[in-house]
């Protein structure tokens, strides 16, 4: 449903601070932006998990950490620990890429097995990363159908750091496979209100974004 407010808008966004030379400075700033507008989450890597935890205390707006990000390429050993980890210092959504290299060559069940394995590790809502830039649409079809059977939350486009972004295509093929049962986030590229609007109606129930604060500030209603 389209926003009816700025308000409303912001309600859809997770604020992103993701790149690598992200400082605690950042991740502070980011915090705060969140809490005046009402972001539904600030996502981060995992070094900043527990002070934006510490940050967002009482403010409503959730603390969502990436796993195994961007590549999507450790043993699923190595990613539930992470999942794991995560959590236990205060993550309260988990935004996971999927197993790329058994995504992109058709291995279904091993995808399965492992979105299976971390989604049963996390205890929290997991968003599962399938990088639609990089798949076709029966692969974007089956990647999705195989997180929702996994237990996955959301499905979720892009990291924003792979081949391609969001667009109102991916989007509308994730909501068109999940039905009403899971969420599914654009992120990447995405840095004008109308990108964000446009993702919305085609069928995101969260939009993924570091340029959030330009997003609601151009709302005009």
């Known amino acids: 449903m389209r926003p009816g407010s700025r308000r409303e808008l912001a309600a859809f966004i997770d604020h992103t601070v ?4 992200a400082t605690e400075a950042q991740v502070a700033q980011a915090c705060d932006e969140a809490r005046q507008h009402g972001f539904a989450a600030v996502c981060v890597r995992g ?3 527990a002070m934006a935890r510490r940050r967002l205390a009482g403010s409503g707006v959730l603390v969502a950490a990436v796993v195994d990000f961007p590549l999507g390429e450790g043993t699923t050993a190595a990613r539930v620990a992470e999942a794991a980890a995560q959590v236990a210092a205060g ?3 988990l935004d996971l890429v999927a197993p790329l290299p058994a995504l992109l060559e058709g291995r279904w069940e091993a995808v399965f097995e492992d979105l299976r394995a971390v989604v049963a590790a996390s205890r929290v809502p997991v968003k ?3 990088e639609t830039g990089l798949l076709d649409r029966d692969q974007a079809t089956a990647g999705a159908a195989v997180a929702r059977a996994a237990g996955a939350a959301f499905v979720k486009t892009s990291t924003g750091f792979g081949r391609g972004g969001a667009t109102v295509e991916a989007v509308a093929l994730l909501r068109a496979v999940v039905g009403h049962e899971l969420g599914v986030k654009g992120s990447g590229g995405i840095r004008t209100t109308a990108q964000a609007l446009a993702l919305i109606e085609a069928g995101a129930s969260r939009i993924g974004a570091s340029a959030s604060v330009a997003i609601v500030e151009g709302w005009e209603g």
């Open 18 to 21: 993701l790149a690598e030379t």
């Open 47 to 49: 070094a900043f998990v």
């Open 91 to 93: 993550a309260e959504e």
């Open 128 to 130: 599962v990363i399938l």
